[in-house]
């Protein structure tokens, strides 16, 4: 299997994970961290249902991940996100030493992996992360854009 193809098949794991948070009327994101075939967190956005800044699909799933593995550190894992991550998701993939980011749609307003910043450039830490983006980006930006025209005709009336 190529690595496009395994990449493909992850955010698709992903994005179901994304269609759970649109049902419950979350911003529709998922994410998955997996280590070889093995997945050891699966999450999306709970903020609402949490009442959670923090509970952003990629910090449930690392959560979980860490809690099965048993150790913070997250290294010979990957983590398969529907949206570019934010600046704090970067960062605790960042820090929880995650080998490599794949997203899907870019992150205009808050992507921390080259949209706005690049929080996972040449900054002199001690770790690096591989990153991959627009893996289906069409059908991960499809999902996000769908949701928020939704909410918008709901709020007009």
Known sequence: MS???RAEQWMRVALEEARR???ADEVPVGAVV????QI????HDRKMELRDPTAHAEMLALRQAADRLGD??????EIFVTLEPCAMCAGAILLARVDAVYFGADNIKFGAAGTRINLF???GWNHRVRVV???LAEECGRLLTEYFRAKRNTERG
């Open 34 to 37: 997996v280590h070889g075939d």
């Open 40 to 43: 050891l967190g699966l999450a």
């Open 72 to 77: 913070w550190r997250l290294e010979g894992c």
């Open 3 to 5: 690595d496009l193809t």
């Open 21 to 23: 948070a649109a049902a």
């Open 121 to 123: 450039g040449d900054h």
């Open 133 to 135: 983006g627009g893996v």
